[in-house]
């Protein structure tokens, strides 16, 4: 199957920086990408879809400019967490479908101090 | 609403007995449908799909899934449990048939496979 590979598989930031999260596909070109959060023994929550050279589009409750996501290329889209919180704390991560299922990323542990 | 179902939190089988995970949904038209698996601090795997065709779909690892349009449901089973499939599965719905389409995902059940 296709391979999406996310980067860092962990982080640990101080309160105020950024973040930045890779999500590449390498085996195929992504038009499309999507972003999740999980929280601890809970199901994936989509954040936004990610177009390949436009705007992404944010689920409702997600704030836009707290979580920028750029998908400047066909295998590329990265999501920066802005002036990261602990609250921010959590596990993100990245899919692209191909023609029928989905594949996923590694997923990358975000733990904001 | 578009919505998918996994009525059981966890679900705990003895190692080589069968075991059946739970799926319904609620979406229009013939959605595409599918079961992953995650592993402790890990993405998520793809194990199977259902898109048109013999009810009965085959996956990874032994597993097997049977759609049933009339009542809606896409349970997930496998003939003999092992002790490492022991992960959380969850399972998914593609309503439309573009790349771009949005996944549903099910609230996971967490499957414990005891020796």
Not at chain 1, 52 to 68: I, M, R
Not at chain 2, 8 to 13: H, I
Request: aromatic share 12%; with cysteine.
């Amino acid at each position: 199957g296709a391979v999406v590979s996310q980067h860092p598989s962990w982080v640990i930031c101080k309160s105020g920086t950024s973040v930045k999260i890779e999500c590449r596909s390498l085996d195929f070109q992504a038009t499309t990408m999507f972003w999740y959060r999980q929280f601890p023994k809970q199901s994936l929550m989509l954040m936004a879809t990610s177009n390949e050279g436009s705007k992404a589009t944010y689920e409702q409750g997600v704030e836009k400019d707290k979580f920028l996501i750029n998908h400047a290329s066909l295998t590329l889209s990265t999501l920066t967490v802005t002036s990261a919180h602990p609250e921010d704390s959590s596990f993100y991560i990245c899919s692209a479908s191909g023609d029928t299922e989905a594949f996923f990323g590694q997923g990358t542990r975000l733990t904001v101090v | 609403a578009q919505s998918v179902a996994q009525p059981e939190d966890q679900v705990n089988v003895a190692e080589g007995n069968p075991l059946t995970v739970k799926c319904t949904y609620s979406v229009s038209g013939n959605p595409y449908l599918f079961w992953y698996v995650q592993y402790p601090n890990r993405g998520l795997q793809f194990l199977l799909k259902y898109i048109t065709g013999d009810n009965l779909v085959k996956g990874s690892y032994g597993f097997e899934a049977e759609f049933n349009k009339s009542q809606t449901s896409f349970h997930l089973k496998k003939p003999s449990a092992l002790v490492s499939d022991s992960a959380l599965y969850f399972c998914a719905v593609r309503p439309g048939y573009s790349s771009a389409s949005k996944i549903i995902f099910g609230s996971g059940t967490r499957l414990s496979i005891r020796p």
